[in-house]
C-alpha cells in the first residue's frame, strides 16, 4: 500500500508542473487555437500516451538504469535544460508571438495530431524528470511492490496533468478570443511564459537530485 502523504506529494507536484508552460501546454494550446477544440482533444489523446510510456518504463524500472549510469542522467537532464531555454527565448526574443494568438498551421488528420502529442510528450524533459527522479522517491519498498508503488502514483500523475491539460484545451480558444484585440495582454503572456519556462530549465540545469531505483 503507499501513503496517502506520498500520494498528496505526487499530486501536488503533477500539478505545479502542469500549471507551468511547457512544451505539452504550447502544443496543446496553439493546435487548439489553429485547429479548434477537437484537434486538441486528439492532440490530449496522444500527451496521454506518452504518459502510459513513461509509466510504463518507470514500472519496469528504467530509474534504475540512470542511478547506475548518472553521466546518462545528467546529459538527459542538460538537454531538456537546454530546450525549455530554447522554448523560452522563442516566447520573449523580439518579434515572438503568444502561443494565444490565432496561427494559420495545417489542418492535420487525427492520426497525424495524436503522433505529434505523443511525440512532444515524450521529449518533454519536465516529465521525463518527474517519472525519473522525482515520483520513486515516493517509493517505499517496505510497503510493498515496489513497481505496484509506482504504478499506482504514476496513475495519480496522469490524472492530474490529464485534468488540467483538458481544461486547457477546453478554454484555451475562448482565452484566445478574449485577447485578441489586446497586444499589451498578449505581450504580458509572452513574457510571463518565456520566464518561468526560463526559471524551469535553471532550475532543472542545477537541481542536484539523482534518480532513486524503484
Not at 48 to 67: D, E, K, N, S
Not at 103 to 116: G, H, N, V, W
Request: a positive charge; hydrophobic letters at 55%; proline letters at 6%.
Amino acid at each position: 500500500m503507499i501513503e496517502m502523504a506520498a500520494v498528496v506529494g505526487v499530486a501536488v507536484a503533477a500539478l505545479g508542473m502542469v500549471l507551468t508552460p511547457g512544451p505539452n501546454m504550447m502544443y496543446l494550446v496553439s493546435r487548439t487555437v489553429s485547429q479548434g477544440r477537437r484537434a486538441g482533444l486528439v492532440s490530449l489523446a496522444g500527451v496521454a500516451a506518452g504518459f502510459g510510456v513513461y509509466l510504463a518504463a518507470a514500472t519496469a524500472g528504467i530509474t534504475a538504469v540512470f542511478a547506475v549510469v548518472p553521466g546518462l542522467y545528467l546529459a538527459v537532464k542538460l538537454a531538456g535544460a537546454a530546450y525549455l531555454g530554447w522554448l523560452a527565448w522563442q516566447a520573449v526574443r523580439p518579434g515572438g508571438v503568444s502561443v494565444f494568438t490565432p496561427t494559420t498551421l495545417s489542418t492535420d488528420p487525427a492520426r497525424r495530431l495524436f503522433t505529434m502529442g505523443l511525440v512532444t510528450n515524450l521529449l518533454n524533459p519536465k516529465i521525463a524528470i518527474m517519472y525519473m527522479a522525482l515520483i520513486p522517491q515516493f517509493v517505499t519498498p517496505e510497503h510493498g511492490k515496489v513497481w505496484l508503488q509506482s504504478l499506482c502514483l504514476g496513475a495519480v500523475q496522469i490524472a492530474v496533468a490529464l485534468t488540467v491539460n483538458g481544461l486547457i484545451v477546453l478554454g484555451a480558444g475562448g482565452l484566445a478570443s478574449f485577447l485578441t484585440g489586446r497586444p499589451l495582454w498578449l505581450r504580458t503572456q509572452r513574457y510571463v511564459t518565456g520566464t518561468m519556462l526560463g526559471a524551469v530549465a535553471a532550475l532543472l540545469a542545477t537541481d542536484r537530485a539523482r534518480p532513486i531505483p524503484a
